[in-house]
C-alpha cells in the first residue's frame, strides 16, 4: 500500500513540474502523513502525502489561507488533489528552532516566536473549532491509557481528581486561537530573517496560555528559568499592546501556564508511549524521561 501511494504521489508531483525529479523523504514526526521534498521550476518545494480517510485536507488549505490573511507565515499550498490525499506546499527549509537553540540566540529566536504568537492570536474565524472540555480529558485518557495502564501498569483512580483539576484550569482561560503544536520542530528559521510555522493543521481555539505553554516547555528543549520568567513578562506585554484579554498579576498567569503546561505534557507523554506500544515507532522515547 505503502509503495503504491508512493508511485501514484510521483505521477502526480510530475504531471505538475513536468520533470521526474527525484522525491526526498523528510523526517518523520508523530503523524500518519508523509513529507518529501522535490523542485517545481527552480524553487524547493515539499510534497505532502496525506491519506483523506485520516487527514482534512480541505481544512489544512482553508487554515493555510485563513493564517497567510492573518499574515501569519505558515507554508503556501501550492497544488492539491484532495480526493487522492496529496498536497504541494511552500518549502521553508530545515532550520528548525532546536537546531538554532543553544547557540547564544535563545532569546532574539524568542522574540520572534512570541510576535506570531501573538499574531495567531489575534486570528478570529469561524472555521477554528472550540477546544472542548471533553477534548482537553480525552487527550489526557492518551496518558492514562497508554503510560498509567500500558506501560507502566499501576492503578489509575488518583488520576481523576488530577485530570478534572487540569481541565477546569484550562478550560477557564480567557480564549484565542492557537497553533496548538507550537513547538521547536514545528517553527523554522527562514531565509529572509523571519519565522516560519508548520503543523498548523490542529489549530483551536483554546486557553490562553497553551501555546506559550507549547513553547516555553517544550518537550525538546529546557529553557532557562530566567528566559522564561523574561519571555512571559514578555509576552504579556505584548499581549496587552494588541488588546488582548490578559492580567495585571503576572504570578497568578504564571500559575496557569505551568498548569497548562502540565496537561499539554502528559498529552505528549502519552502520544509517545502510544506511538512505541501501538506503532511500534520508538522515535520519541527518549523525550518521555525529560518532559516528566
Same mark, same amino acid.
Given at each position: 500500500?505503502?509503495?503504491?501511494? #508512493?508511485? +501514484? ?9 513536468? =520533470? ?13 502523513? *508523509? ?10 518545494? @515539499?510534497?505532502? %502525502?496525506?491519506?483523506?480517510?485520516? =487527514? ?9 489561507? !485563513?493564517?497567510?490573511?492573518?499574515? #501569519? ?15 504541494? @506546499?511552500?518549502?521553508? &527549509? ?7 537553540? &543553544?547557540? &547564544?540566540?535563545? /532569546? ?28 482537553? +480529558? ?13 506501560? $507502566? ?15 477546569? =484550569? !484550562? %478550560?477557564?482561560?480567557?480564549?484565542v ?7 521547536? *520542530? ?11 510555522? @508548520? ?5 483551536l ?10 513553547i516555553?516547555? %517544550?518537550?525538546?528543549?529546557?529553557? /532557562? ?12 506585554q505584548?499581549?496587552e499592546?494588541?488588546?488582548? /484579554? =490578559? ?11 505551568? $498548569?497548562?503546561?502540565?496537561q499539554?505534557?502528559?498529552?505528549? #507523554? ?9 506503532? %511500534? ?7 518521555? @524521561?525529560? #518532559?516528566?
Amino acid at each position: 500500500m505503502k509503495k503504491d501511494r #508512493v508511485k +501514484a504521489l510521483a505521477h502526480w508531483v510530475s504531471s505538475i513540474t513536468a =520533470t521526474q525529479d527525484e522525491l526526498v523523504p523528510l523526517p518523520i514526526e508523530a503523524s500518519a502523513r *508523509r513529507f518529501y521534498r522535490t523542485t517545481l521550476g527552480e524553487r524547493s518545494v @515539499v510534497v505532502m %502525502d496525506a491519506p483523506p480517510d485520516t =487527514t482534512d485536507n480541505a481544512h489544512f488549505i482553508a487554515l493555510s489561507n !485563513c493564517f497567510r490573511r492573518a499574515e #501569519v507565515s505558515v507554508p503556501e499550498v501550492l497544488a492539491s488533489d484532495l480526493d487522492q490525499g496529496f498536497l504541494m @506546499v511552500e518549502d521553508f &527549509g530545515d532550520n528548525l528552532l532546536e537546531r538554532a537553540y &543553544g547557540l &547564544g540566540q535563545d /532569546s532574539s529566536i524568542l522574540n520572534l516566536a512570541l510576535a506570531m504568537l501573538i499574531g495567531i492570536q489575534g486570528i478570529a474565524d469561524p472555521i477554528i473549532p472550540i477546544y472542548t472540555p471533553e477534548r482537553f +480529558a480525552e487527550e489526557l485518557e492518551i496518558f492514562r491509557k497508554w503510560v498509567l495502564q500500558d506501560l $507502566i501498569g499501576v492503578t489509575t483512580l488518583p488520576f481523576d481528581d488530577i485530570t478534572d483539576f487540569l481541565v477546569s =484550569t !484550562c %478550560d477557564t482561560q480567557p480564549k484565542v486561537t492557537i497553533h496548538r503544536d507550537f513547538h521547536c *520542530r514545528n517553527l523554522l528559521l527562514k531565509p529572509d530573517g523571519g519565522i516560519g510555522a @508548520v503543523d498548523f493543521q490542529d489549530a483551536l481555539v483554546g486557553p490562553m496560555s497553551y501555546d506559550l505553554a507549547s513553547i516555553l516547555y %517544550d518537550c525538546y528543549y529546557q529553557f /532557562s528559568n530566567a528566559t522564561i520568567s523574561t519571555s512571559i513578562a514578555q509576552y504579556l506585554q505584548l499581549a496587552e499592546e494588541a488588546g488582548l /484579554s =490578559t492580567t495585571d498579576d503576572e504570578g497568578e498567569f504564571t500559575r496557569v501556564l505551568e $498548569i497548562t503546561a502540565v496537561q499539554r505534557q502528559l498529552k505528549a #507523554v502519552g502520544i509517545f508511549a502510544r506511538l512505541k506500544l501501538q506503532q %511500534d515507532r520508538g522515535s520519541h522515547l527518549e523525550n518521555i @524521561v525529560p #518532559v516528566m
